[in-house]
C-alpha cells in the first residue's frame, strides 16, 4: 500500500509563507504527477498545483506567481512553497500522487490533509 503522510501546515499573516510537504512511502515502483488540492469551507476541492514526473508544471490562476511546486524523485516528496498568501488561501490543503506499485498496480493515493489558515 501507498501512503500519503503530509506536513507545513499552520498559521500565517496575510503576507507570510507557508512550504508543505508530503511524502509518499510505501511499495512504489513509479509516481507520476503529484498535486495539491484545497478545499474551503462550503466550497469544492480545487486543484492548486501539480508537477509531471518531467517537472513540467500547472497552476491556477489565483495562486500564478505566488505559490512554487517541486519534487525530490528520490525522497518521494512533493512541495508547495506558498508566498505572499491571502486570507483567500485558507483552506484544508491535500496532496495526491499517483503511479504504479511494484506490483505493477496503478495507485491514486491522497494524503490526510493539512490546514492552512492566513488571517487578515
Known amino acids: 500500500q501507498v501512503q500519503l503522510v503530509e506536513s507545513g501546515g499552520g498559521l500565517v499573516q496575510a503576507g507570510g509563507s507557508l512550504r508543505l510537504s508530503c511524502a509518499a512511502s510505501?511499495?512504489?515502483?513509479?509516481?507520476?504527477?503529484m498535486g495539491w488540492y484545497r478545499q474551503a469551507p462550503g466550497k469544492q476541492r480545487e486543484l492548486v498545483a501539480e508537477?509531471?514526473?518531467?517537472?513540467?508544471?500547472n497552476y491556477v490562476d489565483s495562486v500564478k506567481g505566488r505559490f512554487t511546486i517541486s519534487r525530490d524523485n528520490g525522497k518521494n516528496t512533493v512541495y508547495l512553497q506558498m508566498n505572499s498568501l491571502k486570507p483567500e488561501d485558507t483552506a484544508v490543503y491535500y496532496c495526491?500522487?499517483?503511479?504504479?506499485?511494484?506490483?505493477?498496480?496503478?495507485?491514486?493515493?491522497w494524503g490526510q490533509g493539512t490546514q492552512v489558515t492566513v488571517s487578515s
Open positions: 510505501g511499495s512504489i515502483f513509479k509516481i507520476n504527477d
Open positions: 508537477i509531471g514526473s518531467d517537472g513540467s508544471t
Open positions: 495526491n500522487a499517483g503511479g504504479l506499485e511494484r506490483s505493477w498496480r496503478p495507485f491514486d493515493r
